[in-house]
């Protein structure tokens, strides 16, 4: 598969964006220069990012393309004496992965500066705490920015309580294998794929008009979604994700989101039944235009589609999820060859959808 190199720029810059719940300034400065030119756009005070289809004419159903733009992260909570700080997390962690973590945490001055997430070191556990074996929890664990005292940290390294931090982890593309070396997709890869997207259909005659968001604050609750869903009020919608991988632990025969294997579509998670007949409508037109999917029934997690479906009509929801192999984790691994079919098979979809198949939903 081609590689387009303006689209693997847009993912590398959505990636290194620092945007945790309620920080999401930098993911949407990327997404402005993306689409800026090609469609209109308007913010909120969630930090929720509308992007317009200039071609909408208002007549026809709304199909509202859903990804969040924040990601999971830290907000300094405290600085101890001894010039460490404490931090509370802003989304789901996979604790164990994050004792040496490399950091970065935004000071007074809007300075991004270096840090480590410091665990107690082994040689200083008692016998107790190791026989335990058990994986410290985030009250305690501190961030380590080199300061010496409470004062240092304060007044040179111009930490202040409220600032958000974010993994410290750069942007790698193996071309040769196709992986996708990063941070945060979940849910910048989602990102990329609705911005790409909206791109794709600027000048396409489609017998829907399309709104994308760039929702806020997913990880802490959909927050932002709840604002987003009551202003664009959908008659149907698709919620892109980042998902989690399963294809490295577990059983093969229940391995149902595979890297290479093209965008994975849930029928359920905690959240929400997604509609089983946007669902197969999407799964077929998968199998007829060719392009590679995934089908599967999650155990867990959750997503914005949970609320669109619930909320004022209850508009039919589908999520399209890239493969993404540890997700909530600082490192994670996703494929370019599943984000440009999740692309194309979007642009599919909005050519598909009508007001007469819409209310078969």
């Known amino acids: 598969m081609d590689i387009d190199r303006n689209a693997l720029a847009l993912i590398r810059a959505l990636a290194e964006a620092k945007g945790p719940s309620g920080f999401e300034d930098e993911v949407l400065a990327v997404a402005r220069r993306s689409v800026g030119e090609l469609c209109d756009l308007e913010e909120d005070s969630l930090r929720n ?25 830290f907000m300094i909570h405290s600085i101890k004496p001894n010039g460490t700080l404490r931090f509370v997390s802003l989304g789901g962690w996979s604790l164990n992965t994050l004792p040496g973590t490399r950091v970065l945490v935004r000071n007074a001055d809007g300075q991004w500066i270096p840090g480590v997430i410091a665990a107690k070191p082994p040689h200083f556990l008692t016998a107790e705490e190791r026989a335990a074996n058990r994986v410290q929890q985030i009250p305690a664990l501190v961030i380590d920015v080199g300061a010496v005292s409470a004062a240092d940290a304060e007044q040179n390294f111009r930490i202040r309580i409220g600032e958000p931090a974010v993994p410290d982890v750069p942007f790698v593309y193996d071309e040769a294998h196709d992986a996708m070396f990063g941070k945060g997709f979940d849910c910048r890869i989602g990102c990329a794929v609705l911005l790409e997207t909206m791109r794709r259909i600027a000048a396409l005659d489609l017998p829907v008009d399309v709104v994308g968001v760039l929702s806020s604050q997913e990880e802490v609750g959909e927050r932002g979604c709840k604002v987003a869903v009551n202003k664009v009020r959908p008659d149907a919608a698709i919620c892109f994700e980042g998902c989690p991988a399963d294809d490295t632990f577990g059983e093969p025969y229940a391995m149902q989101t595979v890297l290479h294997k093209g965008p994975m579509f849930r029928f359920m998670d905690v959240s929400v039944i997604c509609n089983p007949r946007f669902q197969r409508f999407t799964l077929d037109l998968a199998e007829k235009a060719g392009i590679p999917a995934q089908a599967s029934v999650r155990e867990g997690g959750g997503n914005n589609a949970a609320v669109i479906q619930s909320l004022l009509g209850g508009a039919p929801s589908v999520v399209m999820g890239v493969p993404v192999r540890y997700i909530h984790c600082p490192n994670c691994i996703t494929s370019y060859q599943d984000y440009e079919h999740a692309v194309r098979l979007s642009v599919r979809m909005l050519q598909a959808l009508s007001a007469d198949v819409i209310r078969g939903f």
């Open 49 to 73: 990012l509308y992007i317009y289809r200039r071609a909408n004419t208002g007549k026809k159903p709304v199909v509202m393309l859903d990804a969040h733009s924040d990601e999971v992260g």
